[in-house]
């Protein structure tokens, strides 16, 4: 089954008011493609008069068969695939560093191959990854805003091999993707990655009566728990409780022999500093606490 990028299938919020536009069974695979964050409109050459409410869409809503309030969906990337050229940009008043620009954006075309290719002849190798992924959260949220229904986590854990671990609100799930990187650092600090159009492949598991009370990503070696919140310090408390939880309940400990568990084998992440709320990650490897 294939999800296109055509306006009757793009969406700037997360809501249960929103009628699913495919529906899958649980382990089936979909491609699903996405616009780039701008929706095209932040390129080089430009005055960039931008629509802002038309930023950050996301293609979906994907039904998922059984689904049901107090369920959990792991949701695998199983392949992204980019177009030849994407753009990274800054604006006055977004990103972490102020800036003073003479247009209202600042717009870089980066290459995108084997390789991305960086101004000033520099390049990194390609780092996929997807910022938004989510489900319907019992009220509307904007694309733009990460929260326990996943949304604009911009984690770079959201990558191919890995899975993405999200609790049910509604029937269905209701799952929407967007705002694909060819590469992203950790804070995301100018405000963008290298934003393009793509294709992912992904495949959604059902696990029925399974309570998450957030997001969590699973990859080979670790279990990432995801929280965002209006503070740094607020959302890693957040996600600090939620792996402690996890290690005293999957590892029979005490609340205080997890904590010291979490101090010694795991790791803060920023995940992202520019969605307004932000986001943050406390990682454990998974020999200390399988999933």
């Not at 802002?52 to 959990?72: F, H, K, N, Q, Y």
């Amino acid at each position: 089954m294939r999800l296109d990028r055509v306006e009757e299938n793009i969406r700037y919020l997360f809501s249960p008011e929103q009628a699913p536009v495919a529906t899958i069974a649980p382990g089936e695979t979909i491609t699903v493609d996405t616009r780039d964050a701008s929706n095209g409109q932040i390129r080089p050459g430009g005055e960039c008069l931008v629509d802002r409410a038309r930023l950050l869409p996301v293609t979906g809503p994907i039904a998922v068969t059984g689904a049901e309030p107090g369920d959990s969906i792991a949701i695998t990337i199983e392949s992204i695939r980019f177009v030849p050229v994407g753009h990274a940009w800054i604006r006055e008043g977004n990103g972490l560093r102020p800036v003073r620009l003479e247009t209202p954006y600042h717009v870089q075309a980066i290459p995108v191959g084997e390789r991305v290719l960086l101004p000033g002849g520099l390049s990194i190798p390609l780092r996929p990854m997807l910022g938004i992924v989510g489900v319907s959260p019992e009220q509307p949220v904007s694309t733009r805003s990460p929260g326990d229904h996943g949304g604009n986590l911009d984690c770079p854990d959201v990558s191919p091999g890995n899975t993405l671990w999200l609790p049910v609100f509604v029937p269905g799930a209701n799952v929407s993707i967007g705002d694909a990187h060819a590469a992203m650092g950790d804070g995301e600090v100018s405000g963008t990655g290298v934003e393009t159009e793509a294709s992912v492949n992904l495949s959604v598991t059902l696990h029925k009566g399974r309570l998450l009370d957030g997001p969590v990503v699973t990859t080979p070696g670790k279990t990432v728990f995801l929280s965002s919140g209006p503070t740094l310090e607020g959302a890693i408390r957040k996600a600090l409780d939620r792996a402690i939880e996890a290690l005293a309940q999957r590892r029979h400990l005490c609340e205080k022999d997890a904590y010291i568990v979490a101090s010694v084998s795991g790791n803060i992440r920023i995940c992202q500093i520019v969605n307004g709320d932000v986001t943050v990650g406390y990682e454990v490897p998974r020999e200390v606490l399988p999933w």
